[in-house]
């Protein structure tokens, strides 16, 4: 189990994490979500004992980072780690520097052709098992850093964009790796593409400008449904009927456009009759009525919009341009 408390993590002034909290639990594979630039690898750092949090804690099996070299060293033994520019020995084959880093992670002489063997044959390297690694390329290259991080069969692995670079069918046999990974081990993947959080994760946790935004389980986000529906009649009018509607959480204006509203209700999609008939009743012209997609993209998109509007009075504020031409 791996536990982040309050975790910061600071430049000079500039906060590259900035108080995040949130648990692993054993067996789970969590997809670290956010731009370029969000903390995703300076917290991934700090998880595998690279870096220190400059204040909070994290603890690994109990175990805390930042007690002492014996426990940092405790907790690297538990952790396969792939960081996003992984090093390679250029000049050595696939199987040499396989076997070096196997003599690193502390695998016994007698078992480390099989675990050498056992990596390659998972990262579908085998046809490249004697090639002088400067020759791969660097889809093949990422193969091999996934491969030196589950040499020694870590209970948790750490894969800092691991897609990086891979043809769409290397991509595809990665996502069955990070599954299989999945069944024996606690997985985290960073990343800032959806598409593969949905596709291997089972929760995610959403970082921007280094503080947590969101943290769901990816089944969770199906069970916010919600219809959009849109009509010719403003908020003052349209509002009350639409928020009497039997079986509607609240309703709430989403935007307007050439004299139609549109309308977000907090109904599942087998309201949408008694939705359609409670406007036609009473004089509405219904222009659209539709189930709301909800997906890991469209709540990126809501917290997106969210942090847009946050800013804007701040960007109108003389002093906060003060402030923000200051720490520049």
């Not at 189990?1 to 910061?8: A, L, N, T």
């Not at 052709?113 to 098992?129: C, K, M, P, S, W």
């Not at 081990?185 to 400008?209: K, M, N």
């Not at 769901?216 to 509002?239: F, N, S, W």
Request: hydrophobic share 40%; proline share 5%; glycine share 8%.
């Amino acid at each position: 189990m791996i536990e982040i408390g309050h975790v910061v993590r600071r430049y000079g002034s500039f906060a590259a994490v900035d108080d995040v909290s949130f648990r692993v639990e054993p067996g789970e594979v969590l997809g670290l979500l956010g731009h370029n630039g969000a903390g995703k690898t300076t917290l991934m750092k700090m998880l595998t004992g690279y870096l220190e949090p400059t204040a909070g804690t994290i603890q690994v099996d109990g175990i805390e980072i930042g007690a002492g070299e014996q426990e940092r060293r405790a907790i690297q033994s538990k952790i396969g780690y792939l960081p996003e520019n992984c090093p390679v020995w250029p000049e050595m084959s696939v199987v040499e520097y396989l076997d070096f880093q196997a003599a690193l992670h502390g695998v016994a002489p007698e078992r480390r052709v099989a675990a050498v063997g056992a990596a390659i044959e998972r990262t579908a390297l085998r046809d490249r098992a004697q090639a002088p690694i400067q020759t791969l390329s660097r889809g093949y290259r990422q193969r091999v850093g996934v491969a030196q991080a589950i040499l020694h069969e870590p209970g948790i692995v750490i894969l800092d964009e691991p897609t990086s670079g891979l043809d769409p069918t290397q991509i595809l046999h990665m996502r069955e790796l990070i599954r299989d990974l999945g069944k024996n081990a606690t997985v985290i993947v960073s990343t800032h593409i959806l598409q593969e959080v949905e596709a291997i994760c089972e929760r995610v946790v959403i970082l921007r400008s280094g503080r947590k935004v969101l943290d769901t389980r990816l089944d969770e986000l199906q069970k916010g449904a919600r219809l959009l529906v849109t009509i010719d009649k403003p908020e003052g009018t349209a509002l009350p009927v639409l928020q009497k509607i039997a079986g509607v959480g609240a309703a709430k204006l989403d935007s307007t456009h050439d004299g139609r509203w549109r309308y977000v209700l907090e109904a599942g999609p087998e309201l949408a009759p008694a939705v359609g008939a409670a406007v036609v009743q009473a004089g509405f012209a219904l222009h659209a009525l539709t189930p709301e997609r909800r997906d890991l993209e469209t709540v990126f998109a809501e917290l997106n919009r969210a942090d847009a509007s946050a800013q804007a009075p701040a960007q109108a504020s003389p002093s906060a341009n003060e402030e923000a031409n200051h720490v520049a």
